[in-house]
């Protein structure tokens, strides 16, 4: 299982464009973050209400459906930027040079493949439930307060879209290796072993004790 990845930057194209599109990736990344603290603070007001004035929040559980896809798709993309999602390297860590780029290529595209039907599918279930002409632009609600539920079932087709656009780049970055027999190219993850991954951790650590050595020092002239 891979532990953390590198993604190395240089000026060219397929890097400005991997940069360009880490902040749309972060930013949804964000989102995602704040619908986890959200949920919590639902969860906070609505037991508080129950054991207080036993009135819970009502319709906690629509709101939490309206959440979940917050959760659920909005950081793939990013992490998948980063190599950080969920996978065995057994195999792949004992390759090197093209035989590693032609197994991530090709691993790569099977995932778009997939993303693109799910794009499709989710897209389509979306449609379903939007209509302009009804109340609310939805032909469906949930059963307790009749939220909408169209905005939530367009979060996925968008995080899908946005992972569709990661994983074309890393397909671009990744036939570039395979015909150039790069070493190390730019716009993918780079899998660390544990030690170049303590190293990275210990350098983070030393910059970051630099700086508050530094603002300590200024405060006190």
Same mark, same amino acid.
């Given at each position: ?98 035989? &590693? ?63 569709? &656009? ?11 290796? &395979?015909? &150039? ?41």
């Amino acid at each position: 299982m891979a532990a953390g990845a590198a993604v190395l930057e240089d000026g060219s194209l397929i890097s400005r464009l991997d940069r360009g599109l880490l902040k749309a990736e972060r930013l949804l990344a964000l989102l995602s973050g704040i619908a986890v603290f959200s949920l919590m603070i639902l969860a906070v007001v609505s037991v508080g209400g129950r054991n207080a004035i036993n009135a819970p929040l009502p319709g906690y559980v629509d709101w939490i459906e309206q959440i979940m896809p917050l959760i659920a798709f909005m950081g793939i993309a990013y992490v998948q930027r980063d190599g950080t999602h969920i996978r065995m390297d057994i195999f792949i860590g004992a390759l090197r040079g093209r035989a &590693l780029w032609l197994f991530e290529l090709v691993s790569v595209l099977l995932i778009l493949f997939l993303i693109l039907a799910l794009v499709w599918g989710s897209w389509s279930h979306f449609l379903r439930s939007f209509d302009f002409a009804a109340p609310l632009w939805s032909r469906d609600s949930s059963i307790d307060i009749g939220l909408p539920i169209w905005p939530a079932k367009l979060l996925a087709p968008v995080a899908f879209a946005v992972l569709a &656009l990661r994983l074309m780049l890393q397909i671009w970055g990744y036939g570039r290796a &395979l015909v &150039l027999g790069l070493e190390a190219p730019v716009a993918v993850p780079l899998v660390q072993s544990a030690a170049e991954l303590a190293a990275a951790e210990a350098e983070q650590m030393r910059g970051h004790d630099s700086g508050t050595d530094n603002n300590s020092t200024g405060g006190q002239g």
